[in-house]
C-alpha cells in the first residue's frame, strides 16, 4: 500500500503520519521525492481499510493499493518517480538511471591473467567505460569447462580498479564467496542462471552493495521483478535490471533473443535502472552493435559489452567478444547515439580511434 504525501508537508506532520501507521504490523518505508513523499507499507496489508488511513492526516493525497506482487520494485512505491542507483568508484559516484547520463560497463567474460585484464580495463576506460567487468566465478553449463580463477582473479579485478580507477562488476555465484566478491566488487552481479536462487538474492541484497540482477534464460518479467524483490526486501535498493537475452526457439543463428520491449514495458511497471547486455543475447560479435545502439535507442540506462584483446582465443564466450578495436569504433557510435537522446555526458570529448593493443595472444 502506497501513501502520497504532498510536498509541502512539513516534516513533523509526515513523521505524526508514521507514528499513526505504526499501529499496523507492516513494514513502513519512506521515500522522498522530487515532488512527493511516498510511504510504503508492506506486509499483510490486505486488512488496512484506506479510508482508515487518508482520515489520519489532510495532508495525504491518495493511499493506493499496489496491485503488483513486487511492492518495492514497483513504479507505485516510488509514485512514478525513477530511482537512481549511486555507485561510488575511484573515479567519482557513477548513477545509474532514467534522470542520467548513459553508463557503459565493458570487459572481458572472464579474467584469464593480469595482463589481459589490465590492457582491456585501460582501452574501455579510454573511450568511455566507468565500469570493468570481468568474471572470475563462471557459471558454465559444462562443468569440464573453465570455471574461471576464482579469487585469485579477483585480486587481478582489484588491480585492474587501482589503475585504471574504474568500479568493478563481477558475479557472484556462492554465497561462500560473498566476502571475497564484496570486498573487491563495486556492483555484485548475479548471474542469469541463479536469477532465482533466493538464497543467494537475500545474501547479496544484505551485504548492502549495489546488484546488478540478470533477467533469468526464461524469466517472464514478473519473476525477474520478484527476484528484484527479494533483494529490496533483504532492505537493498541498489538493483539494476540487466536484460540479456531470454530463450526462444531459434537458437541457430542468435544465442538468445533479445527483449528490447522489456525497456518500455519495465518503464510502466517499476522505477529500477536497466542494463542491456547485447553480447550474452545476440551471442554473436557481428550483431553486438546494431544491437547496442538499438538498446541505447530505446533508452536503456546503460549498456554491458564484452570485450576481449584477442577474441579467438577466449577462454569464455569468445565468438560474442569484440576486438578492442571494434569496441572504440562502437563507443564512438554510442556516442552519437547517446547524445541524440540527450543521455551523451558521460563521454568524453576524445575516444581514440584505435588501441594500440594489437590483438596480442594472451592465452
Ligand atoms: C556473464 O555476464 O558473463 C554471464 C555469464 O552472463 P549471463 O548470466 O547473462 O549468462
Ligand atoms: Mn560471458
Given at each position: 500500500m502506497i501513501i502520497v504525501i504532498g510536498s509541502a508537508t512539513p516534516a513533523s506532520e509526515v513523521e505524526r503520519i508514521i507514528g499513526e501507521l505504526s499501529q499496523y504490523s507492516v513494514t513502513i518505508e519512506k521515500s522522498v521525492g522530487k515532488y512527493k513523499t511516498v510511504i510504503g507499507l508492506v506486509g499483510?496489508?490486505?486488512?488496512?481499510?484506506p479510508d482508515n488511513i487518508q482520515q489520519i492526516?489532510?495532508?495525504?493525497e491518495q493511499v493506493i493499493r499496489v496491485?503488483?506482487?513486487?511492492k518495492r520494485a514497483s513504479i507505485d512505491f516510488r509514485h512514478g518517480e525513477p530511482s537512481s542507483v549511486d555507485v561510488s568508484t575511484p573515479l567519482g559516484v557513477v548513477s545509474f538511471g532514467q534522470n542520467h547520463p548513459l553508463v557503459v560497463v565493458a570487459g572481458p567474460?572472464?579474467?584469464?591473467n593480469e595482463e589481459m585484464i589490465i590492457e582491456t580495463a585501460q582501452v574501455v576506460k579510454a573511450s568511455g567505460a566507468q565500469f570493468l567487468r570481468g568474471g572470475a566465478f563462471k557459471p558454465r553449463?559444462?562443468?569440464?569447462?573453465?570455471?574461471?580463477?576464482?579469487e585469485s582473479a579477483l585480486g587481478l579485478l582489484a588491480k585492474a580498479k587501482e589503475v585504471t580507477g574504474l568500479g568493478i562488476i563481477t558475479e557472484l555465484m556462492d554465497t561462500s564467496d560473498i566476502d571475497a566478491v564484496a570486498a573487491v566488487a563495486d556492483i555484485i552481479q548475479i548471474g542469469a542462471r541463479n536469477m532465482q536462487n533466493f538464497s543467494l538474492l537475500k545474501k547479496a541484497g544484505a551485504t548492502g552493495k549495489p546488484i546488478l540482477l540478470k533477467r533469468g534464460l526464461s524469466a517472464t518479467i514478473e519473476e525477474w521483478l520478484m527476484a528484484a524483490e527479494y533483494i529490496m526486501a533483504?532492505?537493498?535498493?541498489?538493483v539494476i535490471l540487466c536484460e540479456r537475452g531470454i530463450r526462444s526457439f531459434d537458437r541457430q543463428y542468435t544465442r538468445?533473443?533479445?527483449?528490447?520491449s522489456v525497456v518500455p514495458v519495465l518503464r510502466t511497471l517499476t522505477h529500477l535502472p536497466i542494463m542491456i547486455d547485447p553480447s550474452h543475447a545476440t551471442g554473436y560479435s557481428q550483431y553486438v552493435a546494431t544491437m547496442a545502439k538499438a538498446s541505447v535507442a530505446v533508452g536503456t540506462d546503460s549498456l554491458m559489452i564484452e570485450v576481449h584483446?584477442?577474441?579467438?582465443?577466449?577462454?569464455?564466450?569468445g565468438p560474442q567478444s569484440l576486438t578492442p578495436n571494434d569496441y572504440i569504433e562502437l563507443m564512438h557510435e554510442i556516442k552519437s547515439v547517446a547524445q541524440f537522446f540527450g543521455?551523451?555526458?558521460?563521454?568524453?570529448?576524445y575516444i581514440p580511434r584505435v588501441t594500440t593493443l594489437k590483438n596480442r595472444v594472451f592465452a
Open positions: 499483510g496489508t490486505s486488512s488496512i481499510n492526516s489532510p495532508s495525504i496491485k503488483h506482487p513486487f567474460c572472464s579474467v584469464e553449463t559444462s562443468p569440464y569447462a573453465f570455471q574461471g580463477h576464482g533483504a532492505d537493498n535498493p541498489n538468445n533473443t533479445l527483449d528490447l584483446p584477442n577474441p579467438s582465443v577466449a577462454l569464455c564466450d543521455r551523451g555526458q558521460s563521454f568524453t570529448n
